[in-house]
């Protein structure tokens, strides 16, 4: 389990990770989901042990991470960019991880790279940026690691390698204790893969919650109530995180169960009453607007 | 969770990532190495005629080794350890690279050692080998013996360890900094600061203070190729070819220790978000901003005024804070790269600014005392009187060393009250304006009358203080004729008694005519005349020394090594039982050793062994003159008689104050040699009050200078 305590981390004058407490369980699928600039990376990096934390600390498996060899041999952090030597081919950097990560499987990289047609010859500078992204993902995963924090390396695959890296992450979680942290802006995708999410903004987090959890208590309700004073105590009874309303037809992101929502709404003597689950898009931006990241900033 | 790391497959894997530096060094160290030894065996001795005693060729040879007699070979170790320590840590100015190289299960320490280790095996592996080589090359040419093997071995070790000290410095320069650009200044600042720094002292005190005297090698001075790593790298390649690695090596330990562990620590400590930024540190950079700034703007501004050749103190002032200006400007714009932003560390650049000022304010307005300062009597041991004049009256063996024989001269204890109050008068002169500056400045005329002099105060303490001060002729001689009075400082004084006379190789003589006779002296004779000069010298009065025109001079030959202050050479045998009457290969002449007319005992020797020195020249030796006047004699009408005498128009006269004027009649120039003198200094400077003089030309060819009159 990866668990972050009180963990602070300023660069001169940007506050990029401000006093966040969280856990990551092990064997689950974590996604990462934040605004720009929210400090996805600075987090992955001090889970990582790249950097060191102001104050607060990061546990994993009960132990600090930073500057602690053993415990970093148990995580594989891949970056956005990935790094490789300059005259490298993978089978050079297969053997640059073996040399670091001691269980990484040679057996499973050679027949991965077979099956995604890298070349193991070729040098790694003459992939493409989508081809280099697999192959990160490739050494990731062979590394053997019981945890791989991916920042953003899902960006850039294509579709079909994209779903089958999913089909690897899961093939790995039977197999063996492994927890995949995985940070996106492609919130659809981590919709699929993920069994919970953090929501990151400004540097803390919005919300740390099972996938299914996060869905069960967000919805979206659409209704078209005639009685203007009913609508208005409809209104004043649910949590609402945001409201639209189009003529007659009123649409609320509303906080709570979505059959208890239900219930409320058809209180309030509807024409129309209907529910609908968010997407996880949908909840990132309704959770960040009410934090005051509004696109409609953006837009006007 | 284990995390053993095996370090050599690390290294390894270091060295291949990087295997352009391995075979850059392996190219270029095979060329100037072996290749080149080879190359110059060859051509030094086209023959094969190989000498193994020659040591010359040793000593050249030792020094092809680690670059000392091969420029080329010290530039590419300098440069190869700057690319070793940049290619080897560029990892920490990459964002990738770092996340990379940081998120492995190795630790900080482990990371540093390994890519510390990857880039020096990178270039010590070829450099042994083609050490090897090239001592088999010197073997196979007959340089290289059993005995002289150390010292090749030494000059392998110095150039390790000069490798090193840039290596290390690089790393250094790597580890304080975020990008490559600032890496190149960092490591040039931290080559030549500590020289700018230490050299610094003198260069101000001297530019400043009217009394400083660099004749005491100040403790900064001392240090400055001792501690600064460029003067270091430089004296290490110097001083291991020589096998001679007393205090270059003790230095070079303690360097590389500081640097090793400096950028070990740094390394621990390094910021992962430094990547990018000017600086690892950001909270160091207004503290390297004035550390930098303060010595480098004096150094600036020193350096601007000695090239434009105006080293006056007030434009040193200017330039200064002019430089402190704009360094801090550049410092500015380096850490932030945007001119707009150059004044937001406004406060670290004032306080730059302002100790830049505050040194420049104390010495330029003297607030330490510096130029009058004279140690009080209870608390000085002995003092050294040295006025310039004796480096033109004297000549001791020892001339070429680097220290000045006539500076170990001090005067007895019961003199120092005397001296100090001397010393008195000159910061007197001093205040009154009369310095030693304002008397080189001044024309002759004005000047005579004045010498300047070292004091050395010798403090009970055990320091040794020196100042310069002017002081009038007269008082300088009363204070000789006092010390004089003592025999023993008679003895350190005059330089026939530092002389071995069994080290004289020949004995020479000349007089006023110019004209050198050796003497053919058999031992015992030459013995006997060096007492009869010593007594004489002796008994002489300074007044004598001073104002009376010698009638000759001695001149002893010597062997080389005596003049240079060189251990003796024993392999330089001289016969001494029979005297050289020519020059002898690795020989001086020392001369001065006048001959005035009270040295009764040696002008009877002299004239026993057949010497007689003439006090006046025959005109009929003499084929030309050439007079020259100086203007002040010309305009006070010193000459006037003597230019009618000699006939001359005023067109003449002229001439003879602008570019000297030929005369070649007999009566002209009987007339002339009527009104010459030997044109010899005396003990206490000048003995004349004006310049005027006359060249002849003898009919043998010589030209020799009198003074007119």
Redesign the interface.
Known sequence: MIELKNLDKT??HIHAVDHVTAQIQSGMVFGLVGSNGAGKSTLM?LI?????PDSGEVLV?EQPVY?N?????????L?D???F????DTIRMR??YA????NFDRRLFDSLIKKFRLEPNRKISTFSKGMKKQLSLLLGLCSQTRYLLCDETFDGLDPVVRQAVKSLFASEMMKRDFTPVISSHNLRELEDICDSVGLLHKGKFLLTRDLDQIKCTICKLQCVIPDRSREQQLIRSLHILKLERSGSLLTLTVRGDRGEVLRTAEASEPLFAEVLPLTLEEIFISETEVAGYDIKDFIY | ??????YI??IL?DIR?R?WLPVLSSISLFLLMPVYSLMYIDSTYPDSGILAEDDWIFSVFSGLLNGNSFFPLAVAIFILALLAAASGFSYLH?R?????Y???????G?SFLISYMGGFLSFLIPYLICAFLSLAAGSAGGIITEENALSCATSILGGIAAFLLVYQAGILAAVLTGTIIAQTAAFLVLCVYPEIVLSLFTTLKETFYETSCSVIVSLPERLTDLVSPIELFDRLLHDSATADLTASLPACLIVLAILAAAAYILCLFY???AAGNALAF?VTAPFFKIFICIPTAMCAGFLACTLAGVVEPDWVFLLSILFAVLLCGLIEYLYQQDLRLLLKNWRSSLIAIGGVLLVLVVMRFDLTGYDTYLPDESRTASVGFTPDSFYSYFTYPGQYSAEAPELRIFAPPEDTGMLLELAQKGIDNLEAGITPKYINGESYEEASGYVSAIFQYRLKSGRTVARRYVLRQEDILATLETLCQNEDYRRDLFPIFHINPKDILAVSTCDISGEENALNLTAKQRDALINAYREDVLAVSVDTLQNRAPVGELLFTLPYWIMSGDKPDPEMIFPTETLYPTYYPNTEIIRYFYIYPEYENTLALLEEYGCVLSSSIPEDTISEARLFLTQESYNAGIFDSLLQELSLSQTEAEEAVSNGLLLSDREQIRLLAGRISWDTPGIAGQRWENSDSVELTYKSGRTCNYHLQ
């Open positions: 660069f001169r990096r990582s042990g790249i950097l060191r498996d500057e060899g053993p415990v970093k041999s148990e995580i594989c952090f970056s960019s990935p790094y030597f300059s005259t490298a053997e640059y040399m670091c990560y001691p | 969770m284990t995390s053993k790391i095996s497959k690390f894997s990532h295997a990459s990738e690279k770092l996340d990379f940081h998120s492995l299960p190795l630790r900080r482990q910021p992962s978000e950001p």
